[in-house]
């Protein structure tokens, strides 16, 4: 099948197959993508929100116990423009043998920062093949997340009925907090 266009210039008729247009038609719309978001990045995404600035979602970070079979992976989402304002919201998920219900307290420290919450809501359990995921959702204030970022060395202690499991962070989550501190967390200076 060819479709003919007539050219206003060229008193001549230019024949193009159809598939060809179509093709050239697809192929130039299939590679925009949209301005208010700035997604692909491996360590986080950023959304522009308008007048409160950038969202940012830092992708979960791993953190590892030595005494069960246990994991925890955390994110933190964020908006931020030109000072700070806000809170952040830190989601973790603990992937485990046991199901997570509750937790009564949970600690974040690097070696010269220690923040603490007790403010801690179960979002749901799942059962995976072997183990369960218990989602939980907290927020600590931005200022406190910020300065957690200037050393890469991060410890998790979770608190529940009078017990305390620890998560460590391993060398790729450190390679991974230095980066985030210096794409992201470098834009605060001076706050």
Not at 12 to 17: A, D, G, S, T
Not at 44 to 71: D, M, W
Not at 158 to 175: A, D, G, R
Request: charged content about 25%; some cysteine; aromatic content about 14%.
């Amino acid at each position: 099948m060819e479709c003919i266009f007539t050219c206003s210039y060229a008193p001549q008729r230019l024949k193009i197959p159809l598939f060809i247009l179509v093709f050239l038609i697809f192929s130039s719309c299939s590679a925009i993508k949209p301005a208010s978001t700035n997604s692909g990045k491996t360590y986080f995404e950023t959304f522009y929100v308008g007048e409160e600035g950038s969202q940012y979602f830092i992708k979960p970070l791993l953190f590892k116990t030595e005494k069960v079979n246990e994991q925890l992976l955390v994110d933190i989402t964020f908006r931020y423009k030109n000072e700070i304002k806000d809170s952040a919201i830190l989601n973790f998920s603990i992937v485990s043998p046991l199901i997570y219900k509750t937790v009564d307290s949970l600690k974040l420290l690097n070696k010269n920062l220690q923040i603490k919450t007790n403010k801690v809501k179960l979002l749901f359990n799942q059962k995976n093949t072997s183990d369960f995921i218990s989602r939980f959702t907290t927020k600590f204030s931005l200022e406190e997340i910020k300065e957690l970022f200037e050393h890469n060395e991060w410890k998790f202690i979770l608190y529940n009925k009078n017990q305390s499991v620890e998560y460590l962070s391993n060398k790729k989550t450190n390679k991974t907090i230095f980066i985030l501190k210096n794409n992201i967390f470098v834009l605060m200076q001076n706050n």
